[in-house]
């Protein structure tokens, strides 16, 4: 007689309660203290969540959801029952004074996001900030990020990085963001979506040069995860003519070499909606070339014009 098949399900908290405490020896290891507790979730791979944020995610009294639909799936799959109340970006404020009220009444409140970090380009500061302000307690369970996951396997530099989360919408003052981070040597990380993709890529190539070095990160942890690496002129390029799907994480390199630049193509580009002052000052700032040429050139090109 054949051995009768186990159904297979999602690890309950009961399960990890006693794993927790047969490694730790002590039950109390197990026991979860009133306060605010961001819990890292997966940003992909649901096996990505952590032991420990399992176990105070079950004990929590409430939990504070970017978007409570989504956390559900989450939620769900690890037999997690508690209360779900939505703290987002557009009533984060409205929570706080409730939030708080509860911590005080000594209940424990864990605040999860969509995916990776509470607080990190997510719903969180305000409501951290306020916990801090107010005395209460406020620990943080380490777990999965997608910038810092898409720079380990970048191949590009860690020693220094600066994450810039998303980038302006609008391609102007995207530009602009971009110019204030084009001297910084470290690499750049920035959250894109996949309809902007494109369009942000060729500003890049635009403010920071061609030639620099990038990853672009796609469905990270996920069945169709990718990274994809070249030149910024290559994969604007690419992009340009590939849609893409998905939650994008770019990883930008310094320059490696000089860049050259069209100071007539970027000045009659900017003189179409901005003074002649403030496009030599933009430009000049963009490119390193002093002001004075950049303005003569100016004053050619509009001279051309009358």
Known sequence: MSPKKEKTSSPGYPSLAKLCIESSGKEAACKVPAGLYLVATPIGHLGDITLRGLVVLSQADVIACEDTRNSGILLNAFGIKAKTIS?????????????????????????????????????????????????????????????????????????????????????????????????????????????????????????????????????????????????????????????????IVILVGKSEEKESHDIDALLRERLQHLSVRDAVAEIAAMTGVPKKEVYARALEIEARKA
């Open 87 to 247: 703290c987002h970006d557009h009533n984060e404020e409205n929570r706080v004074e409730e939030i708080l009220r509860r911590i005080t009444q000594g209940e424990i409140v864990a605040l999860i996001s969509d995916a990776g970090m509470p607080a990190i380009a997510d719903p969180g500061f305000k409501l951290v900030r306020a916990c801090r302000d107010a005395g209460a307690s406020v620990v943080v369970i380490p777990g999965a990020n997608a910038a810092l996951t898409a720079l380990a396997g970048s191949g590009l530099p860690t020693d220094q990085f600066l994450f810039a989360g998303f980038l302006s919408p609008k391609s102007m003052a995207r530009q602009k963001e971009l110019i204030a981070l084009k001297q910084n040597t470290a690499t750049l990380i920035f959250y894109e979506s996949p309809q902007r993709l494109a369009a942000t890529l060729a500003d890049m190539v635009g403010v920071l040069g061609a030639s620099r070095p990038v990853c672009v990160a796609r469905e990270l942890t996920k069945f169709y995860e990718e990274m994809r690496r070249g030149t910024l002129g290559e994969l604007a390029a690419y992009y340009a003519a590939h849609d893409t799907k998905g939650e």
